[in-house]
C-alpha cells in the first residue's frame, strides 16, 4: 500500500542534523506541491526594518499567512531555503523557527550571501510545502 503521508527521516549512520531541520524529507506521489516565492522582512505596509532579528519576525510572519491562506499548516512544508547577508543569530532564528515549527521539522539549506533584490533586506527564506 502506498503512504499517504509525509516522511521526515535522519538516516542510520548520518550525523545528528546540527541544527532544527531533517536531512529527508519524502512526500508521496500525487501530492500537491506548492512552491513559494522567497519571503522577506517587510510587515504589512511593505516597510523593512534595519535589523536582522526584526525581519526574521516579519519574515516568519509572512510565511504563516502564506502558507494559511492556502490552507496548508507547518506540517506541511516540506523543504525551507535561507539566504541572509549577515550572520544570523541562531537562538533568536529558533525561537522564531519554533513559533512556526513544533519538533517535526522541514529540509533546510542555508546560504550567506553578499547581497539580496534589495540593499536593505538582510534575509528571505523560500519553502516548499506539500498536501497530501
Do not use: C
Not at 504563516?64 to 544570523?88: C, P
Request: proline content about 5%.
Amino acid at each position: 500500500m502506498e503512504k499517504t503521508y509525509i516522511t521526515r527521516k535522519n538516516p542510520a549512520g548520518m550525523y545528528h542534523p546540527v541544527g532544527n531541520y531533517t536531512h529527508i524529507t519524502k512526500i508521496p506521489r500525487n501530492a500537491e506541491l506548492f512552491v513559494t516565492s522567497g519571503q522577506v522582512g517587510a510587515d504589512e505596509q511593505g516597510r523593512i526594518p534595519e535589523h536582522l532579528n526584526d525581519q526574521i519576525t516579519n519574515t516568519f510572519a509572512n510565511i504563516g499567512k502564506l502558507v494559511s491562506s492556502e490552507g496548508l499548516a507547518a506540517e506541511n512544508i516540506i523543504k525551507v531555503n535561507i539566504w541572509a547577508t549577515e550572520k544570523i543569530d541562531w537562538d533568536y532564528m529558533y525561537e522564531e523557527w519554533a513559533k512556526l515549527f513544533s519538533s517535526d521539522y522541514p529540509a533546510m539549506t542555508i546560504g550567506y550571501i553578499k547581497e539580496l533584490g534589495l540593499p536593505e533586506l538582510k534575509i528571505e527564506i523560500e519553502v516548499w510545502a506539500a498536501r497530501v
